[in-house]
Structure formats: C-alpha cells, structure tokens
C-alpha cells in the first residue's frame, strides 16, 4: 500500500481516480462500458460515437429535467478526452476523429462492476490456481536433471494411478460447488484478459513515444543516433509484454486450439450447473474475442513499428539542412511546455498566406443586364410514371456479410443455399447476386460445377407466388 503523499499524489493526477471523483461518473462508466466493453468494440468513429452519446443525454434529460446535462455530446467526448478517459486521435488516411478507451477508465468501470453483490463467491479453485502457479515456477526453475525426473516419475505414477481407478469404474467428478467456482474465475480471468490487452497497447505506445523523444532531442551525429536507435528498434516486441503477448498470439492462433476452445467452451455451458449462473451470451465467443482484440493489438504495433521507420527516414533525410535545427529547437521547446502549457497562446486566421500575382488577374468584363418579361406564369402538367422512383432495391451487404461470419463461426464450410435456408432472401435476385460477389471479393469459396443447387425465394410484391434460381453449387469456406 502506497502512503499519504502517494496517494494524494494519485487522487489529484491518476485519470482513474478523477473520474471516481467527478460529477458525471455514472453516466461516463454507464455509456463507456455498454458502447466499448459489452460489445468488445476497440475503436469507434466520432460521428457515431457523439450520435450514441445524444441519444443518452435526450434519455436522461427526459427523466432528470433539460438543466441536467447542458452540454453537447461532443462537448462532453472532447472533455473526457482531455481527461484522459478517453484517447482521441486520427486514423491513418482519414480525417474524421476516431476514440478508443484508455487502460484507466477501463479499470475503473471493471472495479464498479466488482461493488454488486455476488450471489457465489468462490475460494477452492483460486486456491488451486495458486498452487498450480508455483509448482509450475518451481519445475520450470530447476535445473538438476535428477530432481526434474524424480518430479515428471511422479506425476506418470500418478497418472498411472488415476487410469487404473477409471477402468476400475472409480471416476472423480466435480461436485455443482466446484463447477460454480470454477466457471466464475474462468469467467473473471476472460474479462480481464479483455481489459489487458487496451494496456499492452497504451504501454507499447509509451515505448514508442519515449523512442521518438530520444530522436527529437537527439544532438549528437548521424552515426551515433543510428547505433542508438538500432539497439532499440525492437524494443516493443522484446519487452516483457512483447514476449508475453507473442506467445499468447501464437498459442491462440492454431486452429487447432481455437476448435478445442470451441468444443470446452459447448460442454461446459451445456452443463446445468453452469447454466443455473446465467452466463453472458458472449462467453460462448470469448476466444474470438479475444483474437479480434489480440488482432487490433497487432495492428497498433506493426502501425507504431511503420511508424518509427519513417520517422526515423525522416530524420536521415533532413539531417544536413537548416531547418533541422529549427524543427529540434521547436520540438525541444514544446516538449519542455507539455506539462505546463502558456495560459495564452496567439492566434492566427489561416496556415498559410494566399499569393496572387498581378497578372493573373482577370480583364474588366462588363456585366451584362438581364432582360426580364413581366409575363404570367402559367401551372402545367406533369403525368409521367413516378412508381420507378419508389422501387429500388438496396441490398445491405454488411448485413449479408455478417450472416455470412456468423454461419461460418460453428462451421468449418457452408453453401448458399444453407444460407438463404438460415435466412430466406428479402430482396430477390439482387440479394442472390450480391451474395455472389461476396464469395468472390470477401470470402474464401469453391464453385461445385457439377452439382447444381435450386436456391426458391418468394415474390416481393406480397402474393404467395415464389421464385427460383438453379446455379452451380457455391461454397463459403471459413479461413483458418
């Protein structure tokens, strides 16, 4: 436990004790965690993340009075950005404003969950993890081969043991008690995991904005800022985290492992135990969460990783020029000020100065006076057919694709004609088609020449009248 001054220090600077402290703490946890957590959503646009929040506020307004919350809901995004409970920032090849969820403000949302009673508290199986843990550290310390065998003799005996009593019809099972208490560190450990990987990537971009200032403020020669740099390119993926993370990546990506965790995953939430807990819907998908959050990860570090490179080339580039010096010294001066920025700052009305040459300029043209009629404007007819106007059809491939996704999750393997049965098609022939061109742009497919499926879908215009279609048998195959 830190003392007095520790902690004071954490009350007035940790973003996650501010936002404990702060007046709009349960509409900040509330909105943050059913918008990113619940959903596993890593980054959100600010158009739709600012739509979400107004529809909030109107909510509450409606309950609590119009004074309750003034602000706009883009005020109030900027203002927990500056926070420091939410990260803004600008996606590459994209001008619109992106946020993601800092570490802090996910512990905080994680900790208010813990407050609500737990209808079963479970004590065995961490007890057992614990005890697991150390024998693992132990055997994996010690290196006398003779103590490592003596150790591996015994877990074969006991091995031997438990098979003897099996096929002498003697199997130990776990009591609705042990299920309970297991199932809900899994459950525990699941989330958390979530919530690690937004702080392996906060800290991977210390890592590299620690690089970067060491660059910035570099005085010494080109040779010496490359020995430098060099040492430490690979400092993200061989920090502790780095090493951690690839090991967990590497073990989560096998399709193997991944059918394993599928096939654990069903059974045990099969049993009626673990179905008296009601778990989340979404545990019955967590490992594929955790591959789209492990894959965002991957992303940040190979995008930090271009990232250095090309600061990096820039700094090579410029390093005989003038306006080096003027850019360290600019860089210099900024990185004194973070912390204590100018009350006032000067304000221009543009980036830059508009040049217009006198030649350039256009002639003197006369301008010319319209002759206007004083005539009567007279109403006409129009009879032409409007029905086409009303009468097309969008298809919504997103929503296509995500049926497409979702079949493909418990399958291996699966046909058109299994989709459209799954979900019959609304739009007709044009639903049919774009179906087609996804097998062809977006999914991994196999076209059956020889065998011939008949794909039926009913009439639009609300007869009982259907139609039909009979095309070479077209395969989605899910990729590995």
């Known amino acids: 436990m830190a003392d007095y001054a520790t902690l004071i220090l954490l009350r007035q600077n940790h973003p996650a004790w501010r936002l404990l402290c702060s007046d709009h703490a349960p509409l900040i946890a509330s909105f943050l965690q059913r918008?990113?957590?619940?959903?596993?959503i890593r980054v959100m646009a600010q158009a739709e993340?600012?739509?979400s929040l107004e529809d909030e506020l109107f909510g509450l307004r409606e309950q609590l009075g119009p004074k309750a919350f003034p602000k706009s809901a883009l005020d109030y995004l900027n203002d927990w950005a500056s926070s420091a409970w939410l990260r803004k920032f600008y996606a590459q090849d994209s001008d619109e404003p992106q946020f993601d969820l800092m570490p802090a403000t996910e512990k905080v949302i994680a900790w208010l969950g813990s407050l609500t009673e737990r209808s079963f508290v479970g004590t065995e199986s961490r007890l057992l993890t614990l005890f697991e843990l150390l024998k693992q550290m132990s055997q994996g310390s010690e290196t006398d081969p003779q103590i490592r065998l003596a150790e591996l003799h015994q877990q074969k005996n006991a091995i031997d043991a438990e098979i003897s009593r099996v096929m002498a019809g003697d199997m130990a099972l776990l009591d609705d008690t042990a299920l309970k208490d297991r199932f809900q560190q899994f459950t525990q450990i699941a989330r958390e995991l979530l919530s690690d990987f937004r702080e392996v990537e906060h800290n991977f971009r210390g890592l590299d904005r620690r690089v970067r200032e060491r660059i910035a403020l570099w005085q010494g020669s080109k040779g010496e800022l490359l020995e430098e740099i060099m040492g430490e390119r690979d400092a993200i993926s061989d920090s502790d985290q780095g090493r951690s993370f690839r090991a967990f990546w590497?073990?989560?990506?096998?399709?193997?492992?991944?059918?394993e965790l599928s096939t654990l995953l069903e059974r045990v939430l099969s049993l009626p135990p673990v179905a008296e807990l009601k778990p989340d819907s979404r545990t019955r998908r967590i490992h594929y969460d955790w591959l789209e959050a492990g894959e965002h990860t991957q992303r940040t570090v190979a995008d930090l990783s271009r990232q250095l490179r090309r600061f990096l080339d820039d700094q090579a580039w410029l390093e005989n020029r003038r306006i080096m010096d003027i850019l360290h010294g600019i860089e210099a001066k900024a990185l004194a000020l973070r912390d204590s920025p100018p009350s006032s700052l000067m304000e221009i009305s543009d980036t830059a100065a508009d040049i217009e040459l006198p030649m350039e300029r256009p002639l003197y043209?006369?301008?010319?006076k319209p002759i206007i009629d004083n005539i009567l404007i007279e109403s006409g007819d129009f009879n032409a057919e409007t029905s086409a106007l009303y009468s097309q059809v969008v298809v919504d491939k997103a929503a296509l694709t995500l049926h497409i996704e979702c079949s493909l999750q418990d399958k291996s393997q699966i046909s058109l004609r299994e989709l459209t049965e799954l979900q019959p098609l609304e739009q007709g022939l044009a639903e049919l088609v774009a179906y087609l061109q996804l097998a062809g742009d977006r999914f991994k497919s196999v076209i059956d020449e020889e065998n011939c499926e008949l794909i039926v879908w009913k009439r639009?215009?609300?007869?009982e009248q259907s139609k039909q279609a009979r095309l070479p048998r077209v395969i989605f195959i899910r990729s590995k």
């Open 35 to 40: 918008v990113f957590i619940a959903p596993n």
């Open 49 to 51: 993340l600012a739509e």
């Open 460 to 463: 639009r215009d609300g007869t």
């Open 250 to 259: 590497d073990f989560l990506m096998s399709g193997k492992r991944q059918d």
């Open 365 to 368: 043209t006369p301008t010319i």
